[in-house]
C-alpha cells in the first residue's frame, strides 16, 4: 500500500472540487485496512468512498483512506430468494447490474446511483419509492478506534429517509466493510408505482415489465434530468426533501395552490425541495462555475472550476430564501466537510 502526500482529490469527488489530502492511501483489501488501522498514524483518519455524496470545502490535514475493497459473493440461495453481498469498493451502479443480469430482483429501482456500495447504508440510498433498507439484511463495519469487526442488522442501522446510525450515534466510529442483502430469484415484487416509471414503460408499451425493464426505465428517467457528474460536476440531491406540519402546508397552499406534497402521516407532508427551489427563481442559474441545474433545482452544479465554497455560499442563499418565503428550514443531504 502506497501513501501518497499533497495528493489531490479531484477525481475522487463527484463535484470535481479540487482540494488536497495531506495523506492519501488507496485501500484494497481487510488486511491492509487492519494494518493502517493499527498503526499509529500521525494525521486524523478520513473515510473517502465513491465521494458522491460530499462537498469539499477545504484541503484536508487528514490520511484520506479510499476504499476500494472489491468482490461479490452469493452466500445462500433457496428456490426463491439469494441472499448477495459485496464490499465496500464495488462501484453500486456495477453491482445492481450484476444482480440484474442473475435476474436477482429488488435493487433496480436503485439504477444509476453514483457511489460505492459501502457508502449506500450511511444514508440509506432511495430513488423511485424504493430504498436500501428494504433489502439490506445486514452490513459489516470494523470499528476506527479498536479495529475489531462488527456486523450491523438492519435493524442495528436504525434507518430513516436519506438517515442512518452511521450519521448520528456512531457518525465517523466505523468503516463499512461488506453489506449484504437478501434478493428475489422469481415472483419479484415490482415497484413501478413512482408516476414517471409507470409512463416511461407505457411509452415503450411494455405492460409486463422484467426487473431489466423497470432498471432501463429508471436510468432513462434519471439521465433525463440528472447531470452525470463524469460530464458536470454535482452530488445529486443537495439537500433533503423537508418533512412539514399539515397545518403549515394547508398554509402554504392557500398561497401558492400548486404546491406538490407527498402525505407522511397523519399530521405531516414532505415537499419537494426542488419546487420550492425552483419557485425562488434559482432552477438554472448560474454564479461563477457555481450553479443549480436546468432540469433539476434539487441539484447544484460544478461547471468546472468552482471552490466548494462557492458552492456552499449559494447553497447558503438558496436556504435563506426558502426560509423567508417558505418559512421552510432546509437540511442539506449531502455531508459537507
Ligand atoms: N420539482 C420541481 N422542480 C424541480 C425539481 C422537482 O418542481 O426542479 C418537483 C416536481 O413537482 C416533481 C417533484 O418535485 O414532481 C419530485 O421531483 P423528482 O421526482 O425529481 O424527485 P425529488 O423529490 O426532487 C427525490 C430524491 C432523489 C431521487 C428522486 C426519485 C431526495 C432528496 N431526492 O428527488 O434522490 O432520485 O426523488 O425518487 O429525496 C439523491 O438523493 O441524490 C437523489 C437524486
Given at each position: 500500500m502506497k501513501i501518497e502526500y499533497n495528493k489531490s482529490l479531484k477525481a475522487y469527488n463527484t463535484f470535481g472540487i479540487d482540494v488536497t489530502a495531506a495523506e492519501f492511501a488507496t485501500i484494497t483489501s481487510e488486511s491492509e485496512l487492519n494494518n493502517i488501522l493499527s498503526k499509529d498514524n500521525k494525521n486524523p483518519l478520513f473515510i473517502l468512498s465513491g465521494g458522491s455524496n460530499m462537498l469539499l470545502t477545504r484541503d484536508l490535514d487528514s490520511l484520506v483512506l479510499h476504499i476500494a475493497i472489491k468482490g461479490i459473493e452469493v452466500i445462500d440461495e433457496s428456490d426463491n430468494h439469494v441472499l448477495v453481498s459485496a464490499k465496500a469498493g464495488e462501484n453500486w451502479h456495477n453491482f445492481v447490474q450484476y444482480c440484474i443480469k442473475n435476474n436477482?430482483?429488488?435493487?433496480?429501482?436503485?439504477?444509476?446511483?453514483?457511489?460505492?456500495?459501502?457508502?449506500?447504508p450511511i444514508q440509506n440510498i432511495g430513488a423511485y419509492g424504493v430504498e436500501?433498507?428494504?433489502?439490506?439484511v445486514q452490513c459489516e463495519a470494523i470499528s476506527i478506534s479498536s479495529g475489531k469487526k462488527q456486523v450491523f442488522t438492519n435493524k442495528d442501522c436504525k434507518f430513516g429517509y436519506r438517515n442512518s446510525i452511521f450519521k448520528n450515534e456512531?457518525?465517523?466510529e466505523y468503516i463499512i466493510t461488506k453489506v449484504t442483502f437478501r434478493l428475489t430469484k422469481k415472483d419479484h415484487i415490482l415497484n413501478t408505482s413512482y408516476g414517471a416509471i409507470e409512463s416511461a414503460l407505457l411509452d415503450q408499451e411494455?405492460?409486463?415489465?422484467t426487473i431489466q425493464d423497470v432498471s432501463e426505465a429508471v436510468i432513462k428517467i434519471r439521465k433525463s434530468k440528472l447531470p452525470d457528474p463524469l460530464e458536470i460536476g454535482n452530488s445529486g440531491s443537495f439537500f433533503k426533501n423537508p418533512v412539514i406540519t399539515t397545518s403549515h402546508f394547508n398554509t402554504l397552499r392557500d398561497q401558492h395552490p400548486s404546491i406538490p406534497s407527498y402525505t407522511i402521516d397523519g399530521e405531516h407532508l414532505k415537499v419537494p425541495a426542488g419546487w420550492l427551489i425552483e419557485q425562488c427563481n434559482f432552477k438554472g442559474k448560474r454564479w461563477g462555475d457555481a450553479g443549480v441545474h436546468e432540469k433539476q433545482a434539487l441539484v447544484l452544479v460544478?461547471?468546472?472550476?468552482?471552490?466548494g465554497k462557492e458552492i456552499l455560499d449559494l447553497s447558503r442563499r438558496i436556504q435563506i430564501e426558502i426560509k423567508e418565503k417558505f418559512h421552510i428550514t432546509l437540511e442539506t443531504e449531502v455531508n459537507i466537510i
Open positions: 436477482y430482483g429488488g435493487l433496480e429501482n436503485l439504477s444509476l446511483i453514483p457511489g460505492y456500495v459501502g457508502s449506500a436500501l433498507k428494504d433489502t439490506m456512531i457518525k465517523g411494455i405492460h409486463k415489465p460544478n461547471y468546472n472550476n468552482a471552490s
